[in-house]
């Protein structure tokens, strides 16, 4: 199946810090989605982007799909910015999300 | 407000007791599936059922069973727990399967310790 890589595993950072966040897939994609995992464990849709670039607000994400890789930018991170970042694909023809194994950021204050 | 719920957020069982575990969404979605995860391995599929009366064993589906008599429920049923289930599980719908325009929902998560 599908793999998922994410790097790097774990980042900390100063509050008001810009950080990248990348995933690497091992196969076309139909469906890539950005997720922050919180304290609370509740998994937030940050992002769906399979191809091409979004934003919203100090967060946005780039999807290479032709160099199957994506790209998560947090500019002037915050503490509640703190959690896991994860990278999730579906590829085409399946029914399962991938996840890769996360990014566990901590902004310290 | 479009969500998927699940119940219960919290639960604590002894080995053997059989439960279940509840998942609802009002998005109208064809597609739901079940994941647990756990430290070190991450989050895998159980199950996933792609319409009503069609369901499909995942990763991991041991131990587990679901049902899709409506399309909004997809509950999760553990006939006899095992200490070795205790994880957090998530619920997840879709518009379709594949592909899948709009990305999954994903529900709170159900912590669950079986002891």
Known sequence: ?109 | EAQVTQNPRYLITVTGKKLTVTCSQNMNHEYMSWYRQDPGLGLRQIYYSMNVEVTDKGDVPEGYKVSRKEKRNFPLILESPSPNQTSLYFCASSPVSSPAPYGYTFGSGTRLTVV
């Open chain 1, 1 to 109: 199946g599908i793999q998922v890589e994410q790097s790097p595993p774990d980042l900390i950072l100063q509050e008001g810090a810009n950080s990248t966040l990348r995933c690497n897939f091992s196969d076309s994609v139909n469906n890539l989605q950005w997720f922050h995992q919180n304290p609370w464990g509740q998994l937030i849709n940050l992002f769906y982007i399979p191809s091409g670039t979004k934003q919203n607000g100090r967060l946005s994400a780039t999807t290479v799909a032709t160099e199957r890789y994506s790209l998560l930018y947090i500019s002037s991170s915050q503490t509640t910015d703190s959690g896991v970042y994860f990278c999730a694909v579906d590829s085409y023809n399946n029914n399962d999300m991938r996840f890769g194994a996360g990014t566990r950021l901590t902004v310290k204050p």
